[in-house]
T-cell receptor, first 112, second 115 residues
Framework: IAGITQAPTSQILAAGRRMTLRCTQD?????MYWYRQDLGLGLRLIHY???????GKGEVPDGYSVSRANTDDFPLTLASAVPSQTSVYFC???????????FGPGTRLTVL | GESVGLHLPTLSVQEGDNSIINCAYS??????FIWYKQESGKGPQFIID?????DKRQGQRVTVLLNKTVKHLSLQIAATQPGDSAVYFC??????????????FGGGTRLMVKP
């Protein structure tokens, strides 16, 4: 059982390019989340999904979109990357009515 | 606005000593708190959690204390080991049902264990 996998591990991207970060879980957790982590700013929520077929905006959603076609996958798309989106991105999951979120290993993204 | 914060950005302790990492929160509606450990290059790892109807909860070498009167949370690590060196985050869940139990994170404290 892998838990939560994220791909790619790291990526360098030219500004203006489109990029999709992938997140896959095998725990059948209902809720999934995308965070970005920046020095001095901690973890900030980008988008979330309480269950397959639904998504919602977090604290910093601008420039990002998500989809939740099934329980296991929650891709995050940057339609036109900008340097301010340089960050480490973490996917997280949560089971049912529980509060604990579990995190993936992260994707380090650099936009030049 | 409401926030979760930490008092000390860096804590340096001697191996074998006890460590105490503090966190202040301001959202009185929060009913769940959690501590994560993040090692360099890895994702946050769950350590221990506590609900607002408790004052103390113990795990293996870790204890979380909750003081609702002063809105303060602390993580105590007994007999700190080099493997405990990491950044520690506290987070709170203000039970916003519409938002799917989102967590609000503090900025993190770096724990450095000296051999």
């Amino acid at each position: 059982i892998a838990g939560i996998t994220q791909a790619p591990t790291s990526q360098i991207l030219a500004a203006g390019r489109r990029m999709t970060l992938r997140c896959t879980q095998d725990m059948r957790h209902n809720a999934m989340y995308w965070y970005r982590q920046d020095l001095g700013l901690g973890l900030r929520l980008i988008h979330y999904s309480n269950t397959a077929g639904t998504t919602g905006k977090g604290e910093v959603p601008d420039g990002y979109s998500v989809s939740r076609a099934n329980t296991d996958d929650f891709p995050l798309t940057l339609a036109s990357a900008v340097p301010s989106q340089t960050s480490v991105y973490f996917c997280a999951t949560r089971f049912g009515g529980a509060d604990t979120q579990y995190f993936g290993p992260g994707t380090r993204l650099t936009v030049l | 606005g409401e926030s979760v914060g930490l008092h000390l950005p860096t804590l340096s302790v001697q191996e074998g000593d006890n460590s105490i990492i503090n966190c202040a929160y301001s959202n009185s509606a929060s009913d769940y708190f959690i501590w994560y450990k993040q090692e360099s290059g890895k994702g946050p790892q769950f350590i221990i959690d506590i609900r607002s109807n408790m004052d103390k909860r113990q795990g293996q070498r870790v204890t979380v204390l909750l003081n609702k009167t002063v809105k303060h949370l602390s993580l105590q690590i007994a007999a700190t080991q080099p493997g405990d060196s990491a950044v520690y985050f506290c987070a709170e869940n203000a039970a916003k049902a519409w938002a799917g139990n989102m967590l609000t994170f503090g900025g993190g404290t770096r724990l450095m264990v000296k051999p």
